[in-house]
């Protein structure tokens, strides 16, 4: 699997939007891009995921650059509920599922 | 939340013992997950299972053992207790559609402690 790079951690003011990066330059061309999050203390919650389109549901949006070597999340009005670590990975679509999380960036939403 | 209920949630043992937790769904998804989750790790995968009676091994999954002899039900077994094991144990469950929407549930965990 590519390797993902995020930053370790932001701050967004509530209300507005938050845009978490990450890096995926070795993302190869059957590679999807999936984003979860994991509130303190729950388990990780699957956010969206996408290949080359951008992407977007009732709790985000995913923008992936055209070369795909990076994509960002943008949640359009972020809430304190929203504070949490944000997971970037990048797998082979269709396989086994065992996505191997990283160390992800943990967002801090203020009032 | 996914059908998923994760027992017990807290569990305290010592050091040798035996120690067994349950991940219980009632998705009927044929893919099952042991992670475990320590400061500076992240998720680590230790098991999963793609149907009943058929396991295979994660990345950390030395001292562990697993077993799925009902769909339903995905047990994950430290047979001897290490206090190198202490962590939060995650279970997660997914379909197995082969499509690349193949988002993986998660429980609430277990918190595990081995003094």
């Known amino acids: 699997d590519a390797k993902t790079t995020q930053p370790t951690s932001m701050d967004c003011a509530e209300g507005r939007a938050a845009n978490l990066p990450c890096n995926h330059s070795t993302i190869s061309g059957n590679e999807y891009v999936y984003w979860y999050r994991q509130i303190h203390s729950q388990g990780p919650q699957y956010i969206i995921h996408?290949?080359?389109n951008n992407e977007t549901n009732e709790m985000a949006s995913l923008i992936i650059t055209e070369d795909r070597k990076s994509s960002t999340l943008i949640l359009p009005h972020a809430t304190l509920r929203d504070t949490a670590v944000y997971y970037c990975i990048v797998r082979v679509g269709g396989s086994q599922g065992n996505l191997i999380f990283g160390k992800g960036t943990k967002l801090s939403v203020k009032p | 939340d996914a059908g998923i209920t994760q027992s017990p949630r807290h569990k305290v043992t010592e050091t040798g013992t035996p120690v067994t937790l349950r991940c219980h769904q009632t998705e009927n998804h044929r893919y099952m997950y042991w992670y475990r989750q320590d400061p500076g790790h992240g998720l680590r995968l230790i098991h999963y299972?793609?149907?009943?009676?058929?396991?295979d091994k994660g990345e950390v999954s030395d001292g562990y053992s697993v077993s799925r002899s009902k769909t339903e039900d995905f047990l994950l077994t430290l047979e001897s207790a290490t206090s190198s094991q202490t962590s939060v144990y995650f279970c997660?469950?997914?379909?197995?559609?082969?499509?690349?929407?193949?988002?993986?549930?998660f429980g609430n965990g277990t918190r595990l402690t081995v003094t």
């Open positions: 997660a469950i997914s379909e197995s559609s082969g499509l690349p929407g193949l988002a993986l549930h």
């Open positions: 299972s793609y149907g009943v009676k058929d396991t």
């Open positions: 996408g290949l080359k």
